[in-house]
């Protein structure tokens, strides 16, 4: 994949990151007030899920950024381990971030806990963050220095 493409994946994948923090800083921790001011939700279970939205959403921008290295790395290395840290970087997102915020609103909107997304999906996207990791550097490791411009 050309270095463009993955700046652009990481550029809209930061986008959607600052737009999921500021909602669970303001719609979701309001939500969340109001539920355990009810009584429907214990204190604890609040600050879990606020703890769990802020770790998700952190954890997406922190790749977000990476896969924007990967595209500019991109430009001056070539090495298929950057199209497979940018693919590890993206499929780290969806499991680990997207999966752990689908828990939490699932929990805050049914009370139900999906133990499936916990136990199977966010720990598998933590696992692809760290193979994007090693893959970024093997990449620079073993990669050619590569001129895009001829």
């Given at each position: 994949?050309?270095?463009?493409?993955?700046?652009?994946i990481g550029a809209i994948s930061g986008?959607?990151?600052?737009?999921?923090?500021a909602l669970g800083a303001h719609a979701v921790k309001s939500a969340l007030e109001e539920k355990t001011e009810a009584g429907s939700?214990?204190?604890?279970?609040?600050?879990?899920?606020?703890e769990n939205w802020s770790t998700a959403t952190e954890y997406m921008m922190y790749h977000s950024i990476a896969i924007v290295l990967v595209?500019?790395?991109?430009?001056?290395?070539?090495?298929?381990?950057?199209?497979?840290?940018?693919?590890?970087?993206t499929a780290g997102i969806a499991g680990f971030s997207l999966g752990l915020l689908s828990y939490n609103i699932l929990l805050i909107t049914s009370g139900t806990k999906v133990i499936f997304l916990v136990a199977a999906v966010v720990p598998?996207?933590?696992v692809f963050f760290i193979v994007g990791w090693v893959c970024l550097a093997a990449a620079l490791w073993t990669g050619k220095t590569c001129d895009v411009y001829q």
């Amino acid at each position: 994949m050309y270095g463009s493409k993955w700046i652009r994946i990481g550029a809209i994948s930061g986008a959607l990151g600052v737009s999921l923090g500021a909602l669970g800083a303001h719609a979701v921790k309001s939500a969340l007030e109001e539920k355990t001011e009810a009584g429907s939700m214990t204190t604890e279970v609040m600050s879990k899920v606020l703890e769990n939205w802020s770790t998700a959403t952190e954890y997406m921008m922190y790749h977000s950024i990476a896969i924007v290295l990967v595209g500019l790395v991109s430009a001056h290395i070539c090495s298929k381990l950057l199209t497979c840290a940018g693919s590890f970087f993206t499929a780290g997102i969806a499991g680990f971030s997207l999966g752990l915020l689908s828990y939490n609103i699932l929990l805050i909107t049914s009370g139900t806990k999906v133990i499936f997304l916990v136990a199977a999906v966010v720990p598998l996207g933590g696992v692809f963050f760290i193979v994007g990791w090693v893959c970024l550097a093997a990449a620079l490791w073993t990669g050619k220095t590569c001129d895009v411009y001829q």
